[in-house]
């Protein structure tokens, strides 16, 4: 059971941001274009410099490096890059295959050339890449912005499946307010200011 | 023996195939006329003044003056390594890095030679240590040039799929490891290939030098198999050097790319206009 902890969080003029999402919760995070949500991703992953800190469950951020922490703490962004030839050499370990199922891919997928997949596929792969080393939360960044409806409820139900078996705390940015509904219990919206405020 | 004497008039001839060169380019635009007409005015005024420095130092053995030679030329090397770069650090590193590795490559190499192979007395005797260093620099900053620039300019170019590895959680070191390793061998290669040619296709400068002198082939050869060997590990572990300090440069201790906020990208390199 971890849960992640943003306190006083600012950076690039941003902030001062503090929430709490708990063990196995989802927070959705909407807002314009610009407004900075994949700017706070960034933050809490520890990619941008920031003031304030940063917690899963009683580790804080500077206790671990840099690195450690994006292996709890994983950053899905929302366009995924490749960069070998064939798509099992992105990947340290095979992924489990009946997580590949329930991502709907094919069982060949790991010696596919990374050229012959749609946009989609790259998506789906993106979310298995970033679940290999099993992190402890998730900042997801548009995970669905790029399937079809078909794969998005597959995807859905995919990543809330595994935030519940490992307890893990999930921020979930969408456009999609229905999405948002859908996946979360609780709802903020960055404004183009900077400052947020909670959604009912 | 002695050498076939070299007057103004056969050096005047060689170059008008320069000039030649030059008016090829002009006539079909390929805008290289410049820099190759002021590349070849520079070796010929630089080679003629130290022609002059090297007569008087050859003469007198004084440590401070061969120091001063050295650092003068070390100088003139790291500001062509820098002048070649098309991405630069921020701030004096533009200038330090490329100098510091050739400082600590170079040198510690030369001196080795100097001592514990040639052991020439003084070891920094000027009719050795001048020439050495020499060739070792000339090669060193080739190497750390290119290997600095390739380095620069993938990772300038590929910055969001390092951005993309660190978020998966890999270190530094791993999520630049392909540009790394790619220009480690850029920065290699030109030297591998020369020794890899020595003797077959292409007879070193150096040796050519010593026999067109008057030295037996079999002496030049010697020196030319130990220039060789010191002259590539010179140049790899200067390469190694910058790479690592440049690195340094990319990341912050949290692993984080600072390419952005720490280098700076300049339009043009080489011709100047």
Same mark, same amino acid.
């Given at each position: 059971m971890s849960s992640l902890k943003v306190e006083n969080l600012s950076f690039l003029q941003r902030g001062p941001y503090s929430f709490e999402v708990a063990a196995g919760a989802v927070l959705g995070l909407r807002g314009a274009s610009g407004a900075g949500k994949t700017l706070l991703l960034r933050a809490i992953a520890d990619l941008e410099p920031h003031d304030g800190s940063l917690w899963l469950n009683q580790t804080a951020c500077e206790d671990l490096s840099g690195p450690q922490w994006r292996q709890r703490v994983a950053y899905l962004p929302?366009?995924?890059?490749?960069?070998?030839?064939?798509?099992?050499?992105?990947?340290?370990?095979?992924?489990?295959?009946?997580?590949?199922?329930?991502l709907g891919l094919d069982s060949e997928v790991m010696n596919?050339?990374?050229?012959?997949?749609?946009?989609?596929?790259?998506?789906?792969?993106?979310?298995?890449?970033?679940?290999?080393?099993?992190?402890?939360?998730?900042?997801?960044?548009?995970?669905?912005?790029?399937?079809?409806?078909?794969?998005?409820?597959?995807?859905?139900?995919?990543?809330?499946?595994?935030?519940?078996?490992?307890?893990?705390?999930?921020?979930?940015?969408?456009h999609d307010q229905a999405q948002l509904e859908r996946v979360s219990a609780s709802r903020m919206e960055i404004l183009a200011g900077g400052e947020m405020r909670e959604l009912i | 023996?002695?050498?076939?004497?070299?007057?103004?008039?056969?050096?005047?001839?060689?170059?008008?195939?320069?000039? =030649?060169?030059?008016?090829?380019?002009? #006539?079909? !635009?390929?805008?290289?006329? !410049?820099?190759?007409? @002021?590349?070849?005015?520079?070796?010929?005024?630089?080679?003629?003044? @130290?022609? =002059?420095?090297?007569?008087?130092? &050859?003469? $007198?053995?004084?440590?401070?003056?061969?120091?001063?030679? #050295?650092?003068?030329?070390?100088?003139?090397?790291? #500001?062509?390594?820098?002048?070649?770069?098309?991405?630069r650090v921020k701030g004096p590193g533009r200038f330090f890095i490329g100098t510091s590795s050739m400082l600590l490559s170079s040198f510690s190499i030369m001196v080795l030679t100097l001592t514990l192979v040639i052991k020439v007395d003084p070891w920094y005797s000027p009719r050795y240590a001048i020439p050495i260093l020499g060739m070792l620099l000339g090669n060193t900053m080739n190497g750390v040039a290119l290997?600095?620039?390739t380095f620069t300019n993938l990772a300038w170019n590929r910055w969001q799929v390092i951005e993309q590895r660190l978020a998966l959680?890999? $270190?530094?070191?791993?999520?630049?490891?392909?540009?790394?390793?790619?220009?480690?061998?850029?920065?290699?290669?030109?030297?591998?290939?020369?020794?890899a040619a020595a003797g077959l296709v292409s007879l070193p400068g150096m040796m050519t030098g010593q026999i067109l002198?008057?030295? $037996?082939?079999?002496?030049?050869?010697?020196?030319?198999?130990? @220039?060789? &060997?010191?002259?590539?590990?010179?140049?790899?572990?200067?390469? @190694?050097?910058?790479? #690592?300090?440049? %690195?340094?440069?990319? &990341?912050?201790? !949290?692993?984080?790319? %600072?390419?952005k906020e720490g280098f700076y990208r300049i339009e043009s390199v080489g011709n100047k206009k």
């Open positions: 929302a366009e995924s890059l490749w960069w070998y030839d064939r798509v099992g050499q992105h990947f340290s370990m095979a992924p489990e295959p009946q997580w590949s199922q329930q596919w050339e990374v050229s012959r997949l749609s946009t989609g596929e790259k998506q789906r792969l993106a979310i298995l890449r970033l679940l290999q080393r099993r992190p402890h939360a998730l900042l997801l960044d548009e995970p669905t912005a790029s399937l079809d409806s078909d794969s998005i409820g597959r995807v859905e139900k995919f990543l809330l499946d595994y935030l519940a078996q490992n307890s893990a705390p999930a921020i979930w940015v969408s | 023996m002695n050498v076939m004497p070299l007057g103004v008039f056969e050096l005047g001839l060689a170059s008008l195939l320069v000039f =030649l060169l030059a008016f090829l380019s002009y #006539w079909h !635009r390929m805008e290289i006329e !410049r820099p190759l007409l @002021i590349a070849a005015f520079r070796t010929a005024v630089q080679l003629s003044l @130290i022609g =002059l420095v090297l007569n008087a130092v &050859f003469t $007198t053995v004084n440590f401070y003056l061969v120091a001063l030679i #050295w650092t003068i030329m070390l100088a003139a090397a790291g #500001w062509e390594v820098m002048s070649r770069q098309k991405v290997a600095m620039n959680g890999q $270190t530094s070191a791993e999520a630049i490891e392909d540009i790394w390793r790619e220009s480690v061998r850029t920065g290699l290669i030109p030297i591998i290939n020369s020794m002198a008057g030295n $037996t082939a079999d002496e030049a050869v010697r020196y030319q198999i130990l @220039i060789m &060997f010191m002259i590539s590990s010179g140049t790899g572990f200067g390469v @190694i050097l910058s790479l #690592w300090l440049m %690195r340094r440069k990319m &990341f912050d201790t !949290r692993d984080r790319l %600072r390419l």
